[in-house]
């Protein structure tokens, strides 16, 4: 059975977009400030069909190294990256940032699809899913916070 299902996170930053845009696509800096991710030989220069390559350790299935493209990039607005497993899983994560209340509103979305998306889209999988994005929105607030 193909599943499919967005998550999304929404979190509200005291920053400008610019200064946002900046911290989020600093990859080499991720470990000082991600709970759950950092990048691996992070590219100076990002572009639509970038590979990256990051370790993920967030306590799920998904730990370990992966690899990335990506598929837009359009500064200070938005960063989209894909991933996946050919059959299996495919994943779009999506980070677009609009001018909110003075600040910065970041939605952080994903979509998975594919016959394995049920354990990252149903039941404990999706709240935890969810929680994690929550806390990475909140750490990302952290640090832009703290370079301002």
Request: glycine share 8%.
């Amino acid at each position: 059975m193909e599943n499919s299902s967005v998550i999304t996170a929404v979190t509200d930053i005291a920053g400008s977009p610019e200064e946002v845009w900046s911290v989020l696509t600093d990859l080499a800096a991720y470990a000082q400030w991600h709970p759950g991710l950092s990048y691996i030989d992070a590219p100076a220069e990002i572009l639509p069909g970038t590979a990256l390559r990051a370790q993920v350790t967030n306590g799920s299935e998904a730990d370990g190294e992966r690899a990335f493209t990506v598929v837009h990039y359009e500064a200070p607005r938005r960063f989209v990256w894909q991933a996946g497993i050919p059959d299996v899983v495919n994943a779009v994560h999506s980070y677009v940032l609009e001018p909110y209340d003075g600040g910065t509103r970041l939605t952080e979305s994903e979509e998975i699809t594919g016959p394995a998306a049920a354990q990252f889209v149903e039941g404990d999988g999706r709240s935890q899913t969810e929680e994690r994005y929550v806390s990475y929105g909140k750490a990302l607030a952290k640090q832009v916070e703290a370079v301002r």
